[in-house]
């Protein structure tokens, strides 16, 4: 019977516990790649849908009628029906509206661009609302996996030289 060295039988146990769970190399891009979506999500898409918002604070105002109302409402699936410039205007609401819980025929204020009224928003969204908060949600989100990213690469390391 061959000989083992000391404390092979430890390492061995080692690793048949770790059996079934991600290898340091494959969590580590696993956590880069969810750090770099989360980022993206917050600064490709949440980011310039809060600014967009924000941009219609100086728009012309108008009331409108809810036409299209419902859960989509935060993904830009509400509709409103106003007056602008001498015509009615049915536009969507973009994304981020935080009229989820209104039912269609409910009156609003809105703001619309000047010359351009297809573009809209509620006047309680203006601020930015829902997609500044996600943006920040996201963002630190990104964050925390690129930390542990970070971390779970210096521990690897670590060990890989305790062993050594």
């Known amino acids: 019977m061959k000989e083992q060295p000391e404390g092979a039988d430890d390492l061995d146990a080692e690793n048949k516990a770790g059996e079934g769970a991600l ?7 696993f956590a880069l790649v969810l750090a770099l979506l989360l980022a993206a999500l917050s600064g490709l898409v949440m980011y310039p849908a809060a600014q967009h918002l924000r941009s219609l604070q100086d728009g012309r105002q108008a009331d409108a009628t809810l036409v299209a109302a419902g859960s989509g409402c935060f993904l ?3 509709k409103v029906r106003f007056e602008a410039e ?3 205007v049915v536009a969507n609401l973009p994304v981020g509206s935080g009229h989820g819980r209104n039912v269609a025929g409910e009156r ?3 703001r619309y661009r000047e010359g351009d009224p297809q573009v809209v928003a509620s006047q ?23 930390v542990v990213a970070v971390w779970g ?9 305790a062993f050594a």
């Open 86 to 88: 001498g015509r009615t």
């Open 153 to 161: 690469s210096v521990h690897a390391r670590r060990q890989r030289r």
């Open 108 to 110: 609003l204020t809105v």
């Open 76 to 78: 830009g699936g509400c």
């Open 23 to 29: 290898r340091p190399r494959v969590a580590l891009v």
């Open 124 to 146: 309680d969204d203006v601020g930015g609302g829902g997609p500044a908060v996600a943006t920040v949600l996201f963002g630190s989100g990104a964050v925390l996996f690129l």
